[in-house]
Structures are given as C-alpha cells and as structure tokens.
C-alpha cells in the first residue's frame, strides 16, 4: 500500500518525539519552545533560512524558568502555552512584545541577556498587505472598518496590532462578554473582513471552523477570510468562504513571515524579503496532497504507485485503506450492510487521510457521490482526475461496475468528477506516462 516517503516524515514530523529534546538541559543553537509540539514546518524554514540546526523543544511549566534562563540556546521562538509564561523571564522586552503581552522569539545577547520580541506582528501584517494587495485593492480596503478577529489568546493579540497598524478597526470575539459569537451578525454586520486566531481547524481537528457558513455569508460587507492557522492549507473557515465565493487564505505565509524576522534577529543580518515567498510556495508544494479520482478501472492505483517512486511520497490505495481498517473490502461491505453504509464508512477513511500531509490518495470511483467528500480532499490537497475512455474500462472485482453497468456509472459520475477536479489528465494509456504528466503539471 506504501513506498517509502523521506519527504512527508521530513516535512510533517509526525511521529512522536521525532525532532524533539525533552527536559531543559540538552544544548540547542535555535528551535521551537512548546510543551505539546505534534507537528511543526519551523525546522525546515530555518534550514532555508540559515538558522539551523533547529529543534522542537518541549517543556513542562516547572521547566520553563530554568531552560529560559540557564539553558544553553541562542535562539528560540516561542509557542502555545508559554508565549506570556516567558516574560517575566526576560531581561528586556521589544516595543513589539510590550505592546502585544506575549513573546514568540527569545534572543541571548552577547552578554547572556534574554531578549523577548514579538515577530508573529509582523508575520501576520506580511500576510495581510498581501491577502489585501491581491484582493481587495490594498490596505485601504480595511482602514477605519470593521475587521472581526476570532479569539482573544497570543496570536489574537498579533492579528489585532497589525490590523491597527493597517488603519483598520479590529473587535476581539470571544466566547464570553458582549462581542461573543453570539452577537457577531447583530453587532458587526459592517464588517469586512474576519480573521481566525483561534486553533480551530487545526491539524488534526479539521476541517472544523469557529464559526458556521451562514455566520459568514449574513455579513453583507464582508470581502473576505483569514485563518492563523497553516495546517491544514484550506482551514474550515476558509472552505466556508471558498463556497460563498469569498478569497480566503490559512495561515503559512505568517508562519514563514515570524520565521524570517526571527532568524534575522538571532543571526543579527539582513535576510532577502523574497525568501519568504519562495520558501512557502516550497512547504506548499512537498505538503499538498496529490488526490486522483475517475472512474472505476481508470488506473489511479497503478498511477499512483507509479508517482510516488517518481516523487518519494506515500502512495495510499484508499479501498485498500478501507479492507485494512474494517477487515472486509467494498463488495463485501456492499453486499452485507448496503452501498450507503459503505460510503459513509469510505468518508471515514477519506477523512483520516485527507488531513494529512504530502500523500498520493487514489480513491474509489464513487468517492464523489458524497458532496461532503469534497472538502476532505481539499483541504489538504490537489484534486486530479484521471480520464481514460469508457471503452477502455474494466468492470472486473468492481461491484457496482458489473451491478449498473460502466456506461451508466459514467454518466453519473463524469460531471462530478471534472467539477470536483483541479486538473484533468488524458491517460496516456501508461501508468508511467499518467505519473509522468502529473508530476510535470503540479511542479512535483
């Protein structure tokens, strides 16, 4: 079902303690401070960035002061929990870190002095004259409106500065208080944009969102959506605004952003700007799902062997998925329990694999009978359909091909599949060459 993917370990860090030190006395040149780090792409930013090498550190609160202040670091960002828990740590604080009341960047002076600083403002400001740039014609699209900002925590408090700094005019939502969830369309239907700095939606709890669809479209004015989380690509929230036709965009290019202003500060030099888009486009490209759909015998198993020995990635055959966690295949299922239960029992599957990272999925033809199927692909993923003739297509070990017929399938399915797909590929009537053309359209 696999091959082998130095590529997805590398970049997701998946297994536990992978990357990792423990305690507070194991000597780092730069890394990451958290106390529960499952997943994280700053490792392999600062190795681009020249800040390496760079580890996860997880700590425990009663680890905390020591490491902070005796540990032997030169560098660290700092991320949920502890980005207030080390001020009162620091010997001094940035104007950005004072204003803000948390720090995601320690420095060590030459002296041995600790420096907080706060470069998430700044990330997220990159990101918000780009988001505006693109599409809402600048920053002056928000100055002296409403912006909504969901949550009140760290990464909340950088969104808000930012948005200040923009000229706009940031309310916090929270669960308690007048500006709750509650009250986001009675009291602010003016507003023009919203911000998720809340982790809902984030790996691996998605796609789930803070806030509901009919939330976002009872905003009239609202132009469009951001989401400070960047794992998965497309977060909950922004596949709500994607189905209202709103631009929305996750969170990478802030993570890249404070990545870069951190590293300049650590290593006391002027990096290029431009790093920061070539290094994200580089995590979009190794992190996106390659997702192949089409009709039953169309080839997306073989196809998609065929590029992950291209590319170095994991190959999943999600029937096989299936066999593997219910202990019976899809006929089987079918047959005992009914088509609906199978396709239900198939989303499941289709959901654990979708928010992943860096796979090659090869569905089964009706995956797309389920709209919600949809979502779970792209949230994470490029949709590619497979196109080879009906006249070339085999009903053998494929139930509903034999039951209904291949051409009756076909006229079912077809629409679905090219709506769904992102790109459509003509079979070049060899896996290889099918492989072949994939990897050179997505840039693999």
């Known amino acids: 079902m696999t091959t082998t993917n130095a590529q997805e370990s590398e970049i997701r860090l998946a297994a536990a303690g992978d990357g990792k030190t423990k305690g507070n006395r194991t000597p780092v040149?730069?890394?990451?401070?958290?106390?529960?780090?499952?997943?994280?792409?700053?490792?392999?930013?600062?190795?681009?960035?020249?800040?390496?090498?760079?580890?996860?550190?997880?700590?425990?609160?009663?680890?905390?002061?020591?490491?902070?202040?005796?540990?032997?670091?030169?560098?660290?960002?700092?991320?949920?929990?502890?980005k207030r828990d080390v001020m009162p740590l620091c010997d001094e604080l940035s104007a950005a870190a004072q204003r803000l009341g948390a720090v995601n960047t320690l420095i060590r002076t030459e002296d041995g002095r600790v420096r907080g600083d706060n470069t998430d403002l700044y990330g997220f400001a990159w990101l918000l004259r780009r988001f505006?740039?693109?599409?809402?014609?600048?920053?002056?699209?928000?100055?002296?409106?409403?912006?909504?900002?969901?949550?009140?925590?760290?990464?909340?408090?950088?969104?808000?500065?930012?948005?200040?700094?923009?000229?706009?005019?940031?309310?916090?939502?929270?669960?308690?208080?007048?500006?709750?969830?509650?009250?986001?369309?009675?009291?602010?239907a003016g507003a023009v944009l919203v911000v998720n700095a809340t982790p809902v939606g984030m790996y691996p709890s998605c796609p789930a969102s803070p806030v509901d669809e009919a939330t976002l479209?009872?905003?009239?004015?609202?132009?469009?959506?951001?989401?400070?989380?960047?794992?998965p690509e497309?977060?909950?929230?922004?596949?709500?605004?994607?189905?209202?036709?709103?631009?929305?965009?996750?969170?990478?290019?802030?993570?890249?952003?404070?990545?870069?202003?951190?590293?300049?500060l650590w290593q006391g030099t002027d990096l290029?700007?431009?790093?920061?888009?070539s290094i994200e486009r580089e995590?979009?490209?190794?992190?996106?799902?390659?997702?192949?759909?089409?009709?039953?015998?169309?080839?997306?198993?073989?196809?998609?062997?065929?590029?992950?020995?291209?590319?170095?990635?994991?190959?999943?055959?999600?029937?096989?998925?299936?066999?593997?966690?219910?202990?019976?295949?899809?006929?089987?299922?079918?047959?005992?329990?009914?088509?609906?239960?199978?396709?239900?029992?198939e989303t499941k599957v289709l959901a654990d694999y979708g928010k992943r990272s860096g796979l090659i999925l090869s569905c089964g033809g009706g995956v797309v009978t389920r709209p919600e199927n949809l979502d779970l692909?792209?949230?994470?993923?490029?949709?590619?359909?497979?196109?080879?003739?009906?006249?070339?297509?085999?009903?053998?070990?494929?139930?509903?091909?034999?039951?209904?017929?291949?051409?009756?399938l076909a006229e079912e399915r077809m629409p679905l599949y090219r709506s769904w797909a992102d790109v459509i590929v003509g079979c070049t009537g060899s896996a290889r060459g099918d492989a072949e053309e994939i990897r050179r359209l997505l840039g693999l």
């Open 272 to 277: 290029p700007l431009e790093l920061v888009e």
């Open 283 to 345: 995590l979009r490209t190794l992190t996106r799902n390659v997702i192949l759909i089409g009709m039953p015998g169309s080839g997306k198993t073989s196809c998609g062997h065929c590029l992950a020995e291209l590319t170095g990635r994991t190959a999943i055959d999600l029937d096989q998925a299936f066999a593997e966690r219910f202990g019976a295949g899809a006929g089987e299922v079918i047959e005992r329990e009914g088509e609906e239960a199978f396709r239900r029992m």
């Open 377 to 408: 692909m792209r949230q994470n993923g490029t949709v590619v359909m497979l196109d080879r003739p009906i006249d070339q297509l085999s009903s053998k070990g494929r139930p509903l091909s034999r039951a209904r017929g291949v051409k009756a």
């Open 29 to 82: 040149r730069y890394g990451l401070l958290g106390r529960t780090l499952g997943h994280s792409w700053s490792p392999q930013i600062h190795q681009r960035l020249g800040s390496a090498p760079y580890e996860l550190v997880e700590l425990e609160p009663n680890e905390l002061a020591d490491y902070v202040r005796e540990g032997h670091w030169e560098g660290l960002n700092v991320t949920i929990p502890y």
């Open 132 to 188: 505006c740039e693109r599409h809402m014609g600048g920053l002056e699209a928000i100055a002296g409106r409403t912006c909504l900002v969901l949550g009140s925590g760290g990464a909340s408090r950088a969104v808000v500065g930012a948005l200040e700094n923009a000229g706009a005019k940031p309310v916090v939502i929270s669960r308690t208080g007048e500006d709750d969830y509650a009250s986001i369309t009675e009291r602010h």
């Open 234 to 264: 497309r977060t909950g929230i922004c596949l709500a605004a994607e189905h209202l036709g709103l631009p929305s965009e996750s969170g990478l290019a802030m993570l890249v952003g404070q990545a870069w202003r951190s590293s300049e």
């Open 217 to 231: 479209a009872a905003l009239p004015l609202l132009r469009g959506v951001l989401d400070a989380v960047y794992n």
